[in-house]
Nanobody, 129 residues
Framework: QLQLVESGGGLVQPGGSLRLSCAASGRSFDYYVIGWFRQAPGKERSAVSCISSSGTYSNYADFVKSRFSISRDNAKTTVYLQMNSLQPEDTAVYYC??????????????????????WGRGTQVTVSS
């Protein structure tokens, strides 16, 4: 069992930055792939980024590449999403999710959303002037 809590969201002006955190409690955090997803009003939840259990591998959706950076600290059981050059279209609720996967077998970007077992409640990110 794993519990996930997101934090770090808020209101930011276009071009600004935020760092989201996903704090996990439970056992064997370093067995889990962590994904970040977002959902804007009236839209489906979509993948933003993911990171393998060791942190060696990561992947980004095309719409955030070069702007966002994912990292993890397994000693602190926390994953971070650094978001730079934020734009109004980045406004959404951001969720982190976890699934136990061997990084030598499957790349995190190939794990469909429905396979993630544990989800946080989300943190709101609003980009507006």
């Amino acid at each position: 069992q794993l519990q996930l809590v997101e934090s770090g969201g808020g209101l930011v002006q276009p071009g600004g930055s935020l760092r989201l955190s996903c704090a996990a409690s439970g056992r064997s955090f370093d067995y889990y792939v962590i994904g970040w997803f977002r959902q804007a009003p009236g839209k489906e939840r979509s993948a933003v980024s993911c990171i393998s259990s060791s942190g060696t591998y990561s992947n980004y959706a095309d719409f955030v590449k070069s702007r966002f950076s994912i990292s993890r600290d397994n000693a602190k059981t926390t994953v971070y999403l650094q978001m730079n050059s934020l734009q109004p279209e980045d406004t959404a609720v951001y969720y982190c999710a976890a699934v136990a996967r061997d990084e030598s077998i499957v790349a995190c970007q190939n794990i469909p959303r429905y396979e993630y077992d544990y989800w946080g409640r989300g943190t709101q990110v609003t980009v507006s002037s």
